[in-house]
């Protein structure tokens, strides 16, 4: 089995937002995560699969994929 992972970085460093094991995750539990996923994604954030150091961007949630969310950068004075 392997134990997957949605991550973003904000202001307090690496933050898991879920875990779930590939093989026994419900269906339920997957779509809140998914959910989750297009909600921050919708937000501008960018959404990296950092599987196997494969460090790509992704627009869709993969459930066999490390994801790593990344904040827009914003500008300011």
């Given at each position: 089995m392997a134990l997957k992972k949605l991550r973003m970085i904000c202001a307090g460093?690496?933050?898991t937002l879920a875990e779930?094991?590939?093989e026994t995750v419900s269906?339920?539990?997957?779509?809140?995560?998914?959910k989750e996923f297009n909600d921050k994604v919708a937000q501008g954030w960018f959404a990296a699969d950092?599987?196997?150091?494969?460090?790509?961007l992704i627009r869709e949630f993969d459930p066999n994929a490390e994801i790593l969310l990344i904040p827009r950068v914003q500008?300011?004075?």
């Open positions: 460093g690496d933050k779930w094991e590939t269906p339920q539990r997957l779509a809140e995560i998914e950092i599987s196997d150091k494969r460090d790509v500008g300011g004075l």
